[in-house]
């Protein structure tokens, strides 16, 4: 699984920047960007963390963090158009309850 693909992507479709992610879970920018780089592995407290705050279930973002050879049947082109979708749909509902 490569939970930091799956950070940034939901990070970038949020339109917000490592610093405000940060603020968000009281950590540190430098620490988002350790983590979207690679450069630091992700914690379960963080995931939990950042699915709470983004109100993103744990399987979406696991669905975003699959690599292709977790995805045997599916090209990684289309595991990255279904993850965004999927986003997407989930972001119009969490949008749509603002609203309401």
Do not use: C, H, W
Not at 36 to 63: C, D, Q, W
């Amino acid at each position: 699984m490569n939970y930091s693909k799956a950070i940034r992507i939901v990070r970038a479709s949020r339109n917000i920047s490592q610093k405000e992610l940060g603020i968000l879970l009281e950590t540190d920018a430098s620490y988002i960007s350790m983590i979207e780089s690679g450069k630091r592995k992700v914690t379960k407290s963080f995931l939990k963390s950042f699915s709470k705050t983004f109100s993103i279930p744990m399987n979406l973002i696991e669905l975003l963090a699959a690599e292709k050879e977790e995805l045997k049947n599916i090209s990684e082109e289309n595991a990255d158009k279904v993850g965004r979708e999927l986003l997407n749909v989930l972001l119009s509902t969490q949008s749509k309850k603002i609203r309401a």
